[in-house]
């Protein structure tokens, strides 16, 4: 079965370009989370849904960034302007929430770099 | 506010050195407490889940144990494959049955051969 799946796997950019961060959930998983990791403050949550819907937001650092999940097999992260301070490795994750587990997969990542 | 511990930040071991790590946690109702492993330039990898206090779990070498306040992996006679970074986080019961983890910054475990 095929994981997480992200794009671009790296990706840099500009100071005020707008990035698009893309992630494929694990079939048949019904929430998905996008996170940041930095050294400094290691892994964080920015958003997560379920079943398509936003359930919680508050991670999202200020209102450049948004997310959006048109369908249960798609999400997207974007970023608008970006800013250096936005670098870092930014992963999504799905999982089953229902069966009494629900264990959240990763991907692979996209490590963002903005100049 | 949910808080992770782990510590300590990095560990050297000599294969076959046995250790433990330690994730310290405050959460106001415990759901779950997970363990993952992350490779550099990869995703963490899921590796147990606990749910109560006194509950162990095993996984080859990796063993994780839960008590009230604090949750060990204890890694018996490491490899050098077993080098990576191990990430605890937990999960609260007290949200509405919200799926948000809390992660620590994690151990960078090596392991030397």
């Known amino acids: 079965d095929a994981g997480v799946i992200q794009s671009p796997r790296h990706e840099v950019t500009e100071m005020g370009q707008e990035v698009t961060l893309r992630c494929k959930p694990i079939?048949?998983?019904?929430?998905l989370f996008w996170y940041r990791q930095t050294m400094m403050r290691g892994l964080e949550l920015l958003i997560y849904?379920?079943?398509?819907?936003?359930?919680?937001d508050s991670g999202m650092p200020e209102d450049r960034f948004s997310a959006k999940m048109p369908n249960a097999s798609f999400s997207t992260l974007k970023i608008q302007p970006s800013e250096p301070r936005d670098s870092a490795v930014y992963f999504c994750?799905?999982?089953?929430?229902?069966?009494?587990?629900?264990?959240?997969?990763f991907g692979p990542g996209t490590r963002l770099t903005v100049l | 506010e949910d808080q992770v511990t782990q510590s300590p930040e990095a560990l050297r071991l000599q294969e076959g050195e046995s250790s433990s790590l330690n994730c310290s946690y405050t959460?106001?109702?415990?759901?779950?407490l997970f363990w993952y492993r992350q490779d550099p330039g990869k995703g963490p990898e899921f590796l147990f889940t606990?749910?109560?206090a006194g509950e162990e779990k095993e996984k080859e070498r990796l063993k994780a144990t839960l008590t009230k306040k604090e949750s060990f992996l204890h890694i018996t006679a490491p490899k050098p494959e077993d080098s990576a970074t191990y990430l605890c986080?937990?999960?609260?019961?007290?949200?509405?049955?919200?799926?948000?983890?809390?992660f620590g910054k994690g151990t960078k475990l090596t392991v030397n051969p």
């Open positions: 849904f379920n079943n398509n819907v936003p359930i919680d």
């Open positions: 959460v106001s109702g415990l759901r779950g």
């Open positions: 986080a937990v999960q609260a019961s007290s949200q509405g049955g919200s799926e948000k983890l809390v």
């Open positions: 606990l749910y109560s």
């Open positions: 079939s048949g998983h019904n929430s």
């Open positions: 994750a799905s999982s089953y929430q229902g069966q009494g587990t629900d264990t959240q997969y």
